[in-house]
């Protein structure tokens, strides 16, 4: 099955750990994206990649580092630095940067 | 900041009846795109309309896109219980290369429909 599969979907992590969100596809997209999402703030941008070893910032970029590394791959580590980390993660992926994007089901994570 | 405002926030109708939700942005566009969202879940492609378009149409969805205005509208007619759901207008912007963009989103319009 081609998709985009984000994991884990819950994690739970101590307050001052770095945590790592992992999102892999298979659609041969060359675009990828991070995206957070907080109840009632819709979805803000956190990095973009358009090709491999290629990134971009988003709106939202302080605390979070990524890599692209292998095409399909574009893991989200999310550092100590984010001073408010708890949220709804969701990656997405597209052929280009200006079509259609498939969403992964979203890691939501924990911060206590 | 968000690149995309959509109003209304929230929308209850009864079945049957037409759901409007609109969209406004701020920069100029290559094509702006439509998503749904069940609770909890990731996002669903809808519907994508090209900067140069005014209107598209697919099954029971219509947009239409006024660049002039920097707005859009999703209309969903003849609504169901099955499309409550969270809607989202998307802004994909050139960044870059030819075909390199930059997908961002609003605030979304919670969409219940009634039985």
């Known amino acids: 099955d081609g998709g985009i599969t984000q994991s884990p979907k819950y994690l739970f992590r101590k307050e001052g750990q770095n945590v790592t969100l992992s999102c892999e596809q298979n ?12 109840p009632g703030q819709g979805l803000r941008l956190i990095y973009y990649s358009q090709i ?3 990134f971009q910032k988003g709106d939202i970029a302080e605390g979070y580092s990524v890599s692209r590394e292998k095409k399909e791959s574009f893991p989200l580590t999310v550092t100590s630095a984010q001073k408010n980390p708890t949220a709804f993660y969701l990656c997405a992926s597209s052929i280009s940067g200006l079509t259609e994007a498939f969403f992964g089901q979203g890691t939501r994570l924990t911060v206590v | 900041s ?18 409007t939700m609109n969209c406004s942005y701020k920069t100029s566009i290559n094509n702006l795109q439509w998503y749904r969202q069940n609770s909890g879940r990731g996002l669903v492609h809808l519907i994508l309309i ?19 205005k920097k707005s859009s509208s999703l209309l969903i007619t003849a609504s169901r219980a099955a499309d409550t759901a969270s809607y989202f207008c998307a802004t994909a912007i050139n960044a870059g290369g030819t075909s390199y963009g930059k997908l961002t989103f609003g605030q979304g319009t919670i969409l219940t429909v009634h039985p």
Not at chain 1, 27 to 38: E, K, P, S
Not at chain 2, 3 to 16: F, H, M, R, T, V
Not at chain 2, 50 to 68: A, I, Y
């Open chain 1, 52 to 54: 491999v070893n290629d």
């Open chain 2, 50 to 68: 090209r900067s140069n378009e005014r209107e598209k149409h697919s099954g029971r969805l219509r947009v239409t896109l006024d660049t002039s």
């Open chain 2, 2 to 19: 968000q690149q995309g405002e959509e109003d209304p926030q929230a929308l209850s109708i009864q079945e049957g009846e037409n759901a």
């Open chain 1, 27 to 38: 659609l041969n997209h060359d675009a990828m994206y991070w995206y957070r999402q907080d």
